[in-house]
């Protein structure tokens, strides 16, 4: 179980450090501090149908698009992402960023950093290997009313997931890898 003051690493050389989490705020907020790397990928764009997010910089200069539109963020400035929003976000400054991270209400969130990170860690996600459709199913459909992508459309993710997600199981895949399990 995750706990306030752990932290998560993933393969690219980001980190999450948990300073509240769901247990800890009664389901409240889960606030992390997010550590992106100098020059940072940026992920598919995604929603979260039911929870806000709010950012506020520390260090680094964060591109955000958020609903389409590309903004420019440096220390000291926030933003908020109103849920069903689609955004995606990195660093691009040639040191490293570091953002506190607000997502409320907490629901199942850090279980979705945990596992993602886990499977990072372990190459499963990478472009390399070419995640497997039925590990991410697993997980989409798991974590479907905190994470959802911007394409497809939700409706055909559904169905994929739906379907796919069952075959996954049965093949062994897990909906959470906790940091430290195999």
């Known amino acids: 179980m995750i706990k306030p003051g752990d932290e998560l690493l993933d393969s690219e050389g980001g980190k999450i450090i948990f300073r509240e989490t769901a247990a800890s705020s009664n389901g409240e907020l889960l606030e992390m501090e997010a550590v992106y790397p100098a020059n940072s990928n940026l992920p598919p764009e995604h929603y979260h149908p ?20 590309e903004n420019l963020y440096q220390p000291g400035q926030e933003f908020t992402v109103p849920p069903g929003t689609a955004h995606a976000m990195h660093n691009v400054s040639s040191e490293e960023g570091r953002v506190i991270w607000q997502t409320r209400p ?17 190459g499963e996600l990478s472009v390399e290997r070419r995640p497997s459709m039925l590990q991410l199913a697993v997980v989409f459909r798991e974590y479907r009313d905190e994470f959802r992508l911007k ?11 739906g379907i796919l997600a069952p075959i996954g199981r049965m093949k062994g895949f897990k909906s959470r890898y906790e940091e430290g399990s195999g």
């Not at 039911?50 to 539109?69: A, P, T, Y």
């Not at 394409?151 to 997931?161: E, H, R």
């Open 50 to 69: 039911n929870q806000e997010e709010r950012f506020h910089i520390l260090e680094g200069s964060i591109r955000v698009i958020i609903g389409g539109k």
């Open 106 to 122: 907490a629901m199942k969130t850090e279980f979705f950093h945990e596992t993602i990170r886990k499977l990072s860690q372990e």
């Open 151 to 161: 394409k497809p459309p939700y409706f055909i993710q559904a169905i994929l997931w």
